[in-house]
C-alpha cells in the first residue's frame, strides 16, 4: 500500500490527473465557495482548495470520493490543520511567551 505520511507520494498523487479532475468537480459542486466561511454567512471565492475530510495518510480508500471532500479558502483550511499564516484574513496563534519558562 502507498504511504502518503511520505512527501514524494503526496505529491504524486496530488499532481495526478485523476485528483485534478475530482478537484475541479468538487469546486464545482460546491460553487467555488469555502464551505466552513458560508456557514459563518460570509462568501469567500478566492484562495480556494479543497480538503480531505478523512485524511488522506488515514482513508487512503477515500483519496477520490467526492463525499470526503470540500471547499475551503486557504485560511480554514490552515486553521483546520493547525498551520499558522500572517497577513489580512488569516489568524495568528496566541502567544504566552512565558509558557515554557521555570522559574
Not at 490527473?17 to 460570509?42: F, H, I, M, P, S
Not at 477515500?62 to 493547525?82: F, I, M, Q, S, T
Amino acid at each position: 500500500m502507498i504511504d502518503y505520511n511520505e512527501y514524494k507520494e503526496r505529491k504524486r498523487f496530488y499532481n495526478s490527473k485523476a485528483w485534478e479532475d475530482v478537484r475541479t468537480y468538487v469546486l464545482k459542486r460546491d460553487n467555488y465557495e469555502c464551505c466552513w466561511c458560508k456557514t459563518e454567512g460570509k462568501v469567500t471565492t478566492k484562495g480556494l482548495e479543497v480538503d480531505h475530510i478523512q485524511e488522506l495518510q488515514d482513508k487512503p480508500d477515500l483519496k477520490l470520493e467526492p463525499d470526503n471532500l470540500r471547499v475551503l479558502c486557504k485560511a480554514c483550511h490552515n486553521k483546520r490543520h493547525k498551520r499558522f499564516q500572517y497577513g489580512r484574513d488569516q489568524f495568528k496563534p496566541r502567544e504566552n511567551k512565558w509558557e515554557d519558562e521555570k522559574w
